[in-house]
């Protein structure tokens, strides 16, 4: 699986030119003429996107509790800002969208929101799957699957399974996922396989991590304010881009994730050295 993933993107980046701009006529072709959201898709540039995108979708409760509805009609909505967003990425023609459902922290919730959120994963699962596949999507599941409830562990495996063979968008749900955990998972990974200590780098350490053999976030986008990063992918985001909008989750559409874009490609990635001009211009 994770070699697959490599030899797509070795395709994706031989082909970058046709396969790019294709991806944006697919989105253009998608939203309504003359809407605002065209007119955004238009400004994006198609050379620099970032392959790969993760989201914190907050601010689910305050939507609800904004319209005097319990918390749990917060998470329905928000199944509608899922199935936006995942559409607009893999018809903008993201490499990977990493969607934060539920932390391991989650669990200390009242049980109901808890199993709320599991049977609305599962019904997305049933009502999405046909979707996904039309639009070539792979899902994966990160996190401590694993402890997840037996029946629902069973549903997104089998997501997983029938997605398996597409070859366009990685669609990742973090889910009973936390970023410590993550790191743990991998150095107990690296003591199982008895990587001598010296032998351990960046590179080595990242391929023991649930998102090995793909590109590290190039944006981390959070809604609802909230200026944290939760526990979230905190290897993987060393040098993304961090977008924060006031937008609580169920109101974030196609145009928000337009515009995260479009910050983005005027973003200056240093990533620790200085400005490409002021190299050229012989900065000291
Ligand atoms: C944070 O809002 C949101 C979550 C903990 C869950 C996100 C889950 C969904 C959008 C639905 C299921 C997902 C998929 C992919 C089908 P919050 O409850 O912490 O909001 P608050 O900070 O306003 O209380």
Redesign the pocket.
């Known amino acids: 699986m994770r070699a697959g993933l490599r030899l797509r993107r070795t395709i994706t980046l031989s082909t970058i030119g046709c396969s790019v701009s294709k991806s944006l006529d697919r989105l253009l072709a998608w939203l309504p003429a003359e809407s605002a959201d065209r007119e955004l898709a238009r400004r994006v540039n198609p050379e620099r996107l970032p392959r790969h995108v993760a989201i914190?979708?907050?601010?689910?409760?305050?939507?609800?509790?904004k319209r005097h509805l319990p918390?749990v009609e917060?998470?329905?909505a928000?199944?509608e800002?899922?199935r936006a967003v995942v559409e607009t990425s893999a018809r903008l023609g993201l490499d990977v969208l990493t969607?934060?459902?539920?932390?391991v922290e989650?669990w200390k919730?009242p049980a109901a929101?808890v199993s709320t959120?599991m049977l609305?994963?599962k019904?997305?699962?049933r009502s999405e799957l046909s979707t996904l596949l039309e639009n070539d999507i792979r899902f994966n599941v990160i996190g401590r699957a694993e402890e997840l409830a037996p029946d629902i562990l069973q549903e997104l495996r089998a997501a997983e399974q029938k997605t398996a063979k597409s070859s366009g968008m990685l669609f990742n749900?973090a889910l009973n996922y936390g970023g410590r955990s993550e790191i743990i998972d991998a150095a107990r990974r690296a003591i199982e396989a008895g990587i001598p200590a010296d032998a351990l780098d960046e590179r080595r350490f990242g391929e023991l991590l649930y998102t090995a053999g793909q590109p590290d976030p190039d944006l981390l986008i959070r809604t609802?304010g909230?200026m944290r990063v939760s526990n979230f992918l905190l290897w993987q985001i060393a040098y993304a881009e961090i977008w924060v909008t006031d937008t609580?989750?169920?109101d974030f559409r196609c145009r928000d994730l337009l515009e995260a874009i479009l910050a983005y490609q005027k973003r200056d990635r240093r990533y620790g050295g200085i400005a490409s001009a002021h190299v050229a211009a012989g900065a000291k």
């Open positions: 914190i979708m907050d601010g689910n409760g305050r939507w609800a509790g918390r917060g998470h329905r928000g199944i800002a899922v969607l934060y459902a539920f932390s989650n919730r929101e959120l609305l994963l019904r997305y699962l749900i609802s909230e609580l989750w169920p």
